[in-house]
């Protein structure tokens, strides 16, 4: 058995708190709510003739972040599949089922259904089973595995579950509910920063499930191997062109198909070269972009929250412990100063 290595998930109420609360008493009004957001299905309660349903929600770029509660025990169907996205679906606390053909999927906290995009299934959620959902457009999430795998992507088949009791899928939450903070507070002048925390969160989800590309590439159950010196190539490229890849608010996976390579390969370069990562790496530049920001800019015009988000800063906090650390000093008296 996989040993458990996330932390608690939050409650229901602790999630998406800026988005109002859609509410509904009927299983039609929470059929039609539920249906405009992902697609048609038949709802039927299992024990009442009604439900109690709570949703909350937010899009952004084709990915969303919804929590969804009907109250009472449902039966969910979809015919044909889900078609244009992906949805992984985490019980906040409770049990639910998933029937695939003849697979069953058993949910729970520590395990994710992922509903196929292209068969029939059927869903039974327990009373009291709060789920936190991402939707993830079927445009995206290939993009992102095209940046990933280094190769077209025209068939991408997810698996119908994702652990979230092991190193992956733990690094996948943490990126959920990491994305989740930034889009329950989306700002104007902050796109750059929920574009890379979106890259980051369809990345990790590659990396936590199963799925048809990894597979074909031999990548789920072997690392690649990769011989380099220290002056790697790929790896010096790749150092001149995070600082301007930070100046244009490029994430990893597009400076990666800049430079010609998918993420892996880069990821094993980089690793075997300095033992670090790209993101590690982009952020230290981040970092020095911030800086110059803060240097020229007008504090009477300008703030540090504005200035991180300008420089990709998903969370003020982690921003300004990281850039204390890194320059021994606040942004904000960094900002003082100019």
């Known amino acids: 058995m996989a040993s458990r290595v996330r932390g608690v998930l939050p409650r229901p109420s602790e999630l998406l708190m800026s988005r109002p609360t859609t509410r509904a008493a009927s299983v039609d009004e929470a059929h039609e709510t539920v249906a405009g957001i992902f697609c048609e299905h038949n709802l039927a309660p299992i024990e009442r003739r009604e439900v109690n349903m709570t949703l909350r929600s937010v899009h952004d770029g084709g990915v969303g972040i919804q929590t969804l509660d009907y109250g009472e025990a449902v039966r969910i169907g979809v015919g044909g599949g889900l078609q244009g996205f992906y949805l992984v679906q985490i019980p906040l606390r409770g049990r639910a089922t998933m029937e695939v053909g003849h697979a069953l999927v058993e949910s729970s906290p520590d395990v994710a259904t992922v509903p196929p995009i292209d068969r029939s299934f059927a869903m039974r959620w327990d009373a009291g089973v709060p789920t936190l959902i991402c939707y993830v457009s079927l445009e995206r999430l290939r993009a992102v595995a095209r940046a990933v795998y280094g190769v077209d992507v025209e068939r991408l088949q997810l ?180």
Request: cysteine-free.
């Open 159 to 338: 698996g119908l579950h994702l652990r979230l009791d092991t190193p992956a899928g733990a690094d996948f939450l943490s990126a959920l509910l990491s994305h989740h903070e930034v889009l329950d507070r989306a700002t104007a002048d902050g796109e750059y920063a929920r574009k890379l925390s979106a890259d980051l969160l369809l990345a990790r989800l590659l990396g936590a499930v199963d799925n048809s590309v990894s597979r074909a590439l031999d990548a789920w159950t072997s690392a690649e191997q990769v011989r380099v010196t220290p002056g790697d190539a790929l790896v010096r490229r790749f150092e001149e062109a995070i600082e301007s890849g930070a100046a244009l608010g490029e994430s990893v996976l597009e400076i990666a198909e800049g430079l010609g390579v998918p993420l892996r390969t880069l990821q094993s370069h980089v690793r075997a070269v300095n033992g670090s990562t790209p993101t590690a790496m982009l952020r230290g530049a981040q970092l020095r972009r911030a800086r110059e920001l803060l240097e020229n800019a007008d504090p009477l015009r300008e703030t540090v929250t504005s200035i991180a988000q300008q420089a990709g800063f998903t969370h003020l906090g982690r921003f300004s412990t990281e850039y204390r650390r890194h320059f021994a000093e606040s942004p904000t008296d960094t900002l003082r100063r100019s």
